[in-house]
């Protein structure tokens, strides 16, 4: 099966920063990813799906790129809402996710 | 637009089963190439997939669990169901239920992400 392994874990910013989260896959996706945020005590949330492509409602400061084996999500102007961990998910076999990486408060 | 709420005990004794519902409103679970599926999320951890029932009634079971998981679902009460046999501590976890479909473009048509998901409910493995 297929593994994703995210960096880093924890990723310390401010209001305003551009943040970026790298995914590597252990296999090469045909372009099948999709990135989640979950907040403490709810459920993960669809961001980006087709390693690119904002799910309805996304704001546009999220985005989604890479292929291969390696994708990244980037948030270009961190808001005070978007303090929260992050999955990557792959559904091209199945699906699996990775560890996540949790956004805080610096 | 379609709603998933889980339901069932919220403690579970260690080797009994833990059998969870999951009730999907605003839509049929028969209809529609949806993917009804399990996830579990142990208290501070990340994510893991169980396994699925598809609307036609194939399932799938993740490996590492596929000798303890049974996913049925009842068309009548627009329900599917996950039952875990012989849990331990282990298996102390949220359990959230998700709906994935499909993507299709050009005649080719993919699982798709999980679009869908119910609260989730805290399950405890305790004596």
Redesign the interface.
Known sequence: DIQLTQSPSTLSASVGDRVTITCRASQTLRGWLAWYQQKPGKAPNLLIYRGSTLETGVPSRFSGSGSGTEFTLTISSLQPDDFATYYCQQYDDYWTFGQGTKVEIK | QVQLQESGPGLVKPSQTLSLTCTVSGGSISSGDNYW?WIRQPPGK????IGYIYYSGNT?S??SLKSRITIPMDTSKNQFSLKLTSVSAADTAVY?C?R?GL?CSNGVC??????V????TLVTVSS
């Open positions: 599926s990340g994510l893991e997939y799938y993740t490996p959230f998700a994935a993507h993919h699982q798709a992400p999980f679009d998901w119910g609260q989730g």
